[in-house]
């Protein structure tokens, strides 16, 4: 089988700093991928490379048959990637369900439609989206009010809406308590499953990572230093190594929360 | 043009360099310290000439002219520590709007206090002992006191550097210019802080204003004029950047010189007085300049968006709300009727209406779609203007004529709009005024064609319409129809569009949308509508002149749309005809309006910083308890 997403020689440096020095790695359909690594690994550099964020310095990112580097923003959005920000990015002054509304709209080919009320566009469908994320019963609150990991839900249910093959989550989990953070990843593992769609992920909790993931990819200092699965992770001396660097061991780090 | 008259021109554009310099310092000063936008800086500028011009009166036979002269420095330097202590202090943290709103507040007031203190007439002063003659350069004469003023601006750049870089304030103001938190976290007396820079800012533009005494007359223009050179200058160079804005200082005032130097050219068969361009030239360098550098010539992009006040989302009427804006519709048709005994109401219901109509135009833009825009005036008047030449010039009929207006704004629109949404903050702000100034330069100096500054007269309606009732009607139908249309938009995909651009920008770009072409259309559909009350008001008046496009108007049109609050659909209708209609009233019975209208702006902002409908929705909302909800 190809991989939806295959990652080469993926390149970014800030002035003198590499931020993304060369990574290589793959996605396969159904894959729950997480991204681990200390901070400024380069993890979120290497999302916005592939969202067209930021430009590459190099490298290529082929999904199906095309190379998303180079490509803006929301080219890479047409081509069914979706993501969430390590610190979201919502529509604050929009209603719930009125920020899942505009994602369906602008899904629709329909921002540019002057005239017509917005209101009743595709409702069911968003409330639809509310309650695969858990917030139907929050839809009409003003986004501004929300508690934290209800933003983040949020801006999930926006991601989801033009049905991505592929999700990118940057901390998906940040800010939430450790029994929210399982039931997150449960979800979303439950989204990966009924929309046969990839998730690439980034997360800080060891346990959350250790429980959810299918595989692992490490990043240290903007080099891929291992890959493998949960169990071998673990093992690794190298990460090992890369995280006793920082002065957190997995052990220190399972126990503290963020 | 001989070399030796460039050579003057170029020494004047440095004495003007200078003297722009004092102005534009402070300014930089005190907005990389405060992030406070001072329009009120060329109102201490003005200031310290017609205090220097007292003190040198009095006091010169006693300690002589040059203490005397100075001493305005430091006593406007003491006024700016006062208003900065018991005003400025207060709206740190309200929204950048309504800072801006505070500071004009305050030249309206001080602009009124100084015609109270010193009369209308320009004042003269003398000429500087020993400095009053002239020097012969190449067989031309140059006045001597310009040479000590082309000094002192590299003198002030100096000491400032040297206060800035080597001393533990200046360390300070650098820290907290580059980042607010950082110089929080360093444990600085931020208020202290705040005061003494205010207070620095304050006395450079004052011993700016002084040291022109023996060069010009103290006039009581020079408060907006001199702020909006100052801005310019501040924006090219780089907001908080010093020298910066000597840079931008000299580029500035030297191109400005060689228009004069260059005179008029000839080619193609026309003549172009260059030299009177001189307004469009410094705009167009700005413009220039903010297109490749869009922070200034040594600006750094702001770190950190500032915060900003939160909005709740916006509610589709109610059948309570739809029933009341069916009555106010028709109480208004009935107006003529109502009103039969009694001419003058309809004529001034016109007024309110144009003006109403406009304001729901910058509310549009600066709201929903959060551009700021200090220039709008210039849509107006291209509605007004392409109103009155296609009757006058093209022959077309009047009907047709207000029809086109609103095309003509919004072909402007367009064209500053592409510029515009790539900038943002306090440079968009500078880029439509910019924008505007060159319209209006452009209107004010072509005579042939647009009637320069005499403007356009036999701009009448058809016969049909020649009935101010009738007007009337035909105004409120425009209106009342413009103001549903842009609230209709809104409420459309394209009106989501436009606040979730605002909102995050990031995010329209990760599910798809184009955010700048949003903000475009935003623009045009704004300056559209500008359009069409501009050609009603030309029509209603039968004569323009450029002030229909000048900055005051702009202005007027943020004061409105600030007064009735920024968050609400309907706050900016009623801002206009509050304010239009206590401009109407209150100018006629008082001298001292302004003052009264920057008062009543002040109140407004520390009381009610929401705006009038804001605060009367909030007062319900709490009223039946019902916190949240939505803007109306
Ligand atoms: N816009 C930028 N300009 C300059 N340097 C940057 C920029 N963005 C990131 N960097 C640098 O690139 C490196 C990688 O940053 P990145 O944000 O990708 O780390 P990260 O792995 O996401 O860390 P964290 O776990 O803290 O989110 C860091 O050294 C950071 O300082
Ligand atoms: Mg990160």
């Known amino acids: ?258 | 043009m001989t070399p030796s008259a460039v050579l003057v021109q170029l020494l004047n554009g440095l004495a003007s360099a200078s003297s722009l310099f004092f102005v534009a310092a402070g300014l930089s000063l005190i907005f990389g310290v405060t992030r406070i936008i001072n329009f009120a800086h060329g109102s201490f500028y003005m200031l310290g000439l017609y205090l220097a011009y007292s003190l040198v009166d009095r006091f010169s036979a006693h300690i002589g002219f040059w203490p005397a002269l100075l001493l305005a420095g430091p006593m406007l330097g003491l006024l700016g520590a006062l208003v900065e202590a018991l005003l400025l202090r207060r709206v740190y943290h309200a929204p950048e709007l309504l800072q801006l709103l505070a500071t004009f507040a305050l030249v309206l007031v001080i602009k009124d206090a100084t015609l109270w203190c010193w009369g209308a007439e320009d004042l003269l002063g003398p000429r500087a002992p020993g400095l009053g003659g002239a020097i012969d350069l190449l067989g031309r004469r140059f006045p001597a006191y310009d040479l000590l003023l082309i000094a002192l601006g590299p003198v002030l750049l100096g000491l400032l550097t040297l206060l800035l870089r080597r001393t533990r304030w200046g360390t300070l103001v650098r820290a907290a210019t580059q980042d607010r938190e950082m110089a929080g976290a360093l444990g600085v007396n931020q208020a202290w802080l705040f005061t003494s820079v205010f207070a620095l800012g304050t006395m450079l533009a004052g011993l700016g204003g002084a040291l022109q005494l023996p060069r010009e007359p103290a006039s009581l223009s020079l408060d907006l004029s001199s702020v909006g050179d100052a801005f310019v200058v501040v924006v090219v160079g780089g907001l908080g950047s010093v020298p910066g804005a000597f840079l931008a200082a000299l580029l500035i005032s030297e191109v400005k010189a060689l228009c004069v130097a260059l005179g008029t050219l000839h080619g193609f068969g026309l003549a172009l007085p260059v030299s009177k361009l001189t307004l469009v030239a410094e705009f167009l360098v700005m413009a220039v300049v903010l297109v490749a550098r869009p922070w200034g010539l040594m600006g750094k992009a702001p770190s950190s968006s500032r915060h900003r006040a939160l909005e709740a989302p916006l509610q589709p009427s109610g059948p309570g709300l739809r029933a009341s804006a069916v009555v106010v519709f028709l109480l208004l048709a009935s107006l003529p009727w109502l009103s039969a005994g009694a001419p003058y109401v309809t004529v001034l219901a016109v007024d309110l209406l144009v003006a109403a109509l406009f304001a729901a135009s910058l509310h549009f833009i600066m709201g929903p779609a959060g551009l700021h825009s200090f220039g709008h005036a210039a849509y107006f008047g291209l509605g007004a203007y392409g109103a009155a030449l296609l009757v006058l010039k093209a022959g077309w009929p009047m009907e047709a004529a207000l029809v086109a207006a609103p095309l003509a704004a919004a072909l402007g629109a367009m064209l500053l709009g592409w510029f515009a949404v790539r900038l943002s903050g306090v440079y968009l702000a500078m880029l439509t005024l910019a924008f505007a100034q060159i319209v209006w330069g452009i209107t004010f100096q072509w005579d042939g064609f647009t009637g320069g500054s005499n403007g356009l007269t036999g701009v009448w309606p058809a016969a049909w319409l020649a009935d101010k009732q009738v007007y009337f009607l035909l105004t409120l139908s425009a209106a009342a129809g413009g103001a549903w249309g842009l609230r209709r938009v809104l409420f459309s995909p394209f009106g989501y569009a436009m606040r979730a651009g605002r909102d995050s920008a990031l995010r329209c770009e990760a599910i798809g949308i184009n955010v700048l072409r949003v903000q475009w259309l935003a623009f045009v559909i704004a300056g559209g509508v500008a359009g069409i009350a501009g050609g009603l008001f030309a029509f209603s008046k039968g004569s323009i002149s450029p002030d229909v496009m000048g900055v005051g108007r702009s202005v007027d049109a943020l004061v409105m749309v600030l007064l009735g609050g920024v968050q609400t659909l309907s706050g900016p209708l009623v801002g206009a005809v509050v304010f239009t209609w206590l401009q109407d009233t209150v100018a006629r019975s008082t001298d001292y309006w302004r003052a009264l209208l920057g008062g009543v702006i002040l109140l407004l902002v520390l009381a009610f910083p929401m705006g009038m409908v804001g605060f009367l929705r909030d007062a319900v909302w709490q009223l039946r308890g019902r916190p949240g909800g939505g803007a109306r």
């Open chain 1, 1 to 258: 089988m190809t991989a939806l997403l295959q990652v080469r020689g993926l390149q970014r440096r800030f002035g003198g700093n590499l931020a993304v020095d060369g990574i290589d790695f793959h996605i396969d359909q159904g894959e729950l991928l997480a991204m681990i690594g200390p901070n400024g690994a380069g993890k979120s550099t290497t999302f916005n490379l592939l969202n067209g964020q930021l430009r590459a310095d190099g490298g290529t990112a082929w999904l199906g048959g095309r190379d998303l580097i180079g490509l803006r923003p929301r080219e890479i959005w047409k081509q069914g990637v979706g993501r969430t920000f390590q610190i979201a990015e919502t529509f604050a002054s929009l209603s719930v369900v009125e920020n899942v509304q505009m994602a369906l709209l602008s899904a629709a080919g329909r921002v540019f439609d002057l005239w017509r009320a917005a209101r009743d566009f595709q409702r069911e469908q968003a409330l639809g989206l509310l309650r695969d994320v858990g917030m139907q019963g929050q839809a009409e609150r003003p986004c501004s009010v929300l508690a934290y990991g209800d933003v983040k839900r949020l801006e999930l249910a926006i991601a989801l809406a033009n049905r991505p093959r592929l999700l990118l989550m940057d901390e998906p989990t940040a800010g939430m308590a450790s029994a929210e953070r399982h039931e997150l990843m449960v979800l979303t593992r439950r989204l990966v499953a009924e929309r046969g769609m990839a998730v690439l992920f980034t997360e800080h909790s060891m346990d959350v990572v250790f429980a959810h993931a299918d595989r692992v990819i490490v990043l240290a200092r903007g080099r891929l230093i291992a890959t493998g699965r949960p169990a071998e992770i673990r093992e690794h001396p190298a990460v090992q190594e890369a995280y006793f660097g920082t002065g957190l061991s997995f052990e220190k780090r399972r126990g503290a929360p963020q």
